[in-house]
């Protein structure tokens, strides 16, 4: 399984875009990236996933350049119910992968 | 949508007793679902993949005598604790794939938090 790497917190203000970048330097062709958020005491939930280029939902952005070696986040206009920990998995394409959970990123969002 | 449900949302029991947790898809079957644990302040650790109707797959480290996986049906998988100690206090959350998803996206339940006394 592709390992990720991306910084263990943020700090950012309301209104603000934030950006996470996450490194999978060793992903596999069939390998798709995906994004969860999660609250305290919270399960995980599921935000983006994408395989190349970009992917744009409600909630967020996911730019995936071409080598696909890294990932951003893209957050528009952030508040503060966005602040929780955002993790960036890299799975492959069976229903039966299971994920790999890195330590993610703590984002921080100020008044 | 895809909502997962678990049952109890928190537990406490005495050491020494079993304790059984229900992970449910409540608007899609599952043929697979999975169990993970997370410690406070950590990532969450896959201990399990669940399939329906077949023996579970348990991760490095994981013993599956203590930590029995029943995935009975399409909607219910079950996780029951046995013999808990305090070491096992901490925070399940389970997670199924829709049988008919194309993208194979895993979903959370809301996780249940068990502290042993």
């Known amino acids: 399984l592709a390992k990720t790497t991306q910084p263990i917190s943020m700090d950012s203000y309301e209104g603000q875009e934030v950006n996470i970048t996450c490194s999978h330097n060793n992903i596999a062709t069939n390998d798709y990236i995906t994004w969860y958020q999660q609250f305290p005491s919270q399960g995980p939930r599921f935000i983006i996933q994408g395989y190349k280029t970009k992917v744009t939902n409600e909630v967020a952005s996911l730019f995936i350049p071409a080598d696909r070696k890294s990932s951003t986040l893209s957050l528009p206009r952030v508040s503060l119910s966005d602040t929780a920990v955002y993790y960036c998995?890299?799975?492959?394409?069976?229903?039966?992968?299971?994920?790999?959970f890195g330590k993610g990123t703590m984002l921080l969002v100020s008044p | 949508g895809a909502v997962v449900s678990q049952h109890p949302s928190w537990v406490i029991c005495k050491s020494g007793t079993s304790v059984k947790i229900e992970c449910r898809s409540l608007d899609f079957q599952a043929t697979t679902m999975f169990w993970y644990r997370q410690f406070p302040k950590q990532s969450l650790m896959l201990m399990a993949t669940?399939?329906?109707?077949?023996?579970?797959?348990?991760e490095q480290g994981v013993e599956k005598d203590k930590f029995l996986i029943n995935h009975a049906s399409l909607t219910l998988s079950t996780l029951t604790v046995t013999s808990a100690h305090p070491e096992d206090s901490s925070f399940y959350i389970c997670?199924?794939?829709?049988?008919?998803?194309?993208?194979?996206?895993?979903?959370f339940g809301p996780g249940t938090r068990l502290t042993v006394l």
């Open positions: 997670s199924a794939i829709r049988s008919d998803s194309s993208y194979n996206e895993q979903f």
């Open positions: 669940s399939n329906e109707g077949s023996k579970a797959t348990y």
């Open positions: 998995l890299v799975r492959g394409d069976s229903g039966y992968s299971t994920l790999t």
